[in-house]
């Protein structure tokens, strides 16, 4: 098992920039596949992007294609999410999951952070 706690959530305006941060407690960081999901208000948690522990493979909501960066420091036991050209239907609150026994894009891991609120004006 590992804690998670997001990080970097705000307000922003259209077309801005963010970069959320999950820091994860464990030593077995570096074996965990790393997934974001958010939930808007009155709607249900969707997938953002996933990230397999080795980094081979990515997998990237279409909505979110070309403008938002899965990355990961194993050293710092941090996944990042940076997420560019923001806008208005990005607004939610944004979990952290982590995994080391699924990989995917379905709400199937066992560890999850607490959330970030992210808040895009238009």
């Known amino acids: 098992q590992v804690q998670l706690v997001e990080s970097g959530g705000g307000l922003v305006q259209a077309g801005g920039s963010l970069r959320l941060s999950c820091a994860a407690s464990?030593?077995?960081?570096?074996?965990?596949?790393m997934g974001w999901f958010r939930q808007a208000p009155g709607k249900e948690r969707e997938f953002v992007v996933a990230?397999?522990?080795?980094?081979?493979?990515?997998d990237y909501a279409d909505s979110v294609k070309g403008r938002f960066t899965i990355s990961r420091d194993n050293a710092k036991n941090t996944v990042y999410l940076q997420m560019n050209s923001l806008k208005a239907e990005d607004t939610a609150v944004y979990y952290c999951?982590?995994?080391?026994?699924?990989?995917?894009?379905?709400?199937?891991?066992?560890?999850w952070g607490q959330g970030t609120q992210v808040t895009v004006s238009s």
């Open positions: 464990g030593r077995t960081f570096r074996t965990y596949a």
């Open positions: 990230m397999h522990w080795s980094g081979s493979s990515l």
């Open positions: 999951a982590a995994s080391d026994r699924y990989y995917g894009i379905g709400p199937y891991y066992e560890n």
